[in-house]
């Protein structure tokens, strides 16, 4: 039960961050105070430099293999860097930090490379809805971070992987590819797909309409300058979050005939069907229903 | 520029407060507190009691005509209770304060009541989204309060009507009754539809998942302890939340095909599709579809 801070003993010592954006040069800020030798890359030669000057790595090029590489770039990209990796001896492990996890480690395989050793890897990112992220070293500090290995994943690449995430002090939680896709759709990218449809509805409202509203704020849709990496992160996820959308439509279009039922005929039990849908506590038939059984 | 704070001159002398609830014993107190001499009635004397344990008003009944009643009463209830305080020469105007307002509005002209002296009034609570309301003086105080009269309603039935918005501390808000039903349903009711539907499907998640979301909270759908007004108030209002979630429902089915598109065929342009969709900012095509126009 002591306060002492005790620093993570790591034993990763060289690490390769190879995308210099919020997400990796935070991962490469946190690495880097713990101690790991890291060497930064990115694309735009400028990123990599603004990152470097943030404390986050050299830009010196890592002289042979590293302990690890730290993938951080967009997920149609992540099959051909892990390939590069492996080819060219750039690190002994890889680790991707993808959004989404069955489509880029699909492309590692399809790819050819040795599955022993990648991992896939997503750490959920407080504020990620707000808009766009600065990188800092604690951005990942006390939030979940999913760990998808392959079947082949060797245990050692875990390990790596679970370096990176005890250095960003967040929780590793392991998750099937497939089902972690599936979560991420349900619980974070369908919800914002739904205010950002709201969010245009009302920005076309009247503006009195706004004033009555619980904030009196009307709530913006995705910005433009906001939106590619999200819209990125959809069409990487794309047979999930249509899943998802799919079935609210269905609860949605439900809803609109039990209140059109209302204003038509007074007869039918439409408290009960809305209640069935809305409040279905304790009401098995929608608790079935949302188990997809209808 | 004083910071005085001025008791605002009320012409209202009497009121009867019809429905204790926490909107009908709020606005009560908010009258008692500015020196109107309150009548308190509700359909269970209990419920009357504890708001006059409150300091919300008396029990006795008013000996004569009062200046105004509050009707406070569900929403399909507000004509027959306009009705019986005319009839009865309970009040000289009646103000109803129900969540919706054509229906009521309509109701109170086929039941023959005198249209030159009743008004409707909406006010709108901050935390209604939240669970039940607790009474309290101030539950008003800097919000909007909609006030809808009839075309027949008389200026002094208005000014009565502010009286009262002005004891509250509210801001009013003269608005049509359709207009404010079809701004409710955009601004409140709909998204709280959505928000109760995509927690229905959150309980049927696996834990896991929820554990990936932003705050790691599963959000609750309606209670069914909570549901009955919210059910009530969403039949009141049903076609114009109808309407909006139909909108809603169509927005969101775009959205689903863009995504399968995606997954389909990589040739069609699925990210500006979606981007229209979702970030419409300064792409005129999709600000016409929000309009309706499509």
Avoid: Y
């Avoid at 735009?44 to 050299?58: H, K, N, Q, S, Y």
């Avoid at 399809?110 to 050793?117: F, K, N």
């Avoid at 076309?204 to 509203?213: Q, T």
């Amino acid at each position: 039960m002591s306060t002492l801070l005790v620093q993570p003993q790591l034993s990763l010592r060289t690490a390769l961050v190879i995308g210099a954006g919020p997400i990796g040069t935070s991962v490469a800020l946190a690495l880097t105070a713990g101690g790991v030798r890291v060497h930064l890359r990115d694309t735009d030669p400028e990123v990599a430099a603004r990152a470097a000057e943030l404390g986050a790595g050299t830009l010196e090029p890592p002289g042979g293999n590293t302990d690890l590489a730290v993938v951080a770039v967009p997920p149609g990209r992540v099959g051909a860097v892990v390939r590069e990796c492996q080819r060219r001896g750039l690190a002994r492990h890889t680790l991707d930090v993808a959004g989404v996890k069955a489509g880029p480690l699909a492309d590692v395989l399809a790819r050819g490379c040795d599955p022993a050793r990648h991992i896939g890897g997503h750490p959920l990112v407080e504020g990620a809805a707000d808009g766009p992220l600065t990188a800092r070293a604690d951005l990942f500090r006390g939030r979940p971070w999913v760990l998808s290995p392959l079947p082949q994943t060797h245990t050692d690449t875990l390990n790596a992987a679970l370096d990176v995430v005890t250095a960003c002090g967040a929780t590793p939680v392991l998750m099937d590819a497939a089902e972690h896709d599936r979560a991420v759709a349900l619980v974070a990218q369908a919800p914002r797909v739904l205010t950002s449809l709201l969010a245009a509805r009302l920005e076309a409202a009247p503006p009195g309409a706004v004033r009555l509203s619980e904030t009196g704020v009307r709530p913006r849709p995705w910005a433009s300058e906001d939106s590619r990496g999200r819209i990125e992160a959809l069409l990487a996820n794309a047979p999930a979050v249509a899943d998802v959308l799919e079935g609210l439509a269905g609860d949605i279009v439900a809803v609109v005939a039990a209140l059109r039922a209302a204003s038509g005929d007074g007869t039918a039990d439409t408290g009960g069907r809305l209640t069935g849908l809305l409040a279905p506590h304790g009401t098995p038939a929608v608790r079935n229903r949302t188990d997809g059984s209808s």
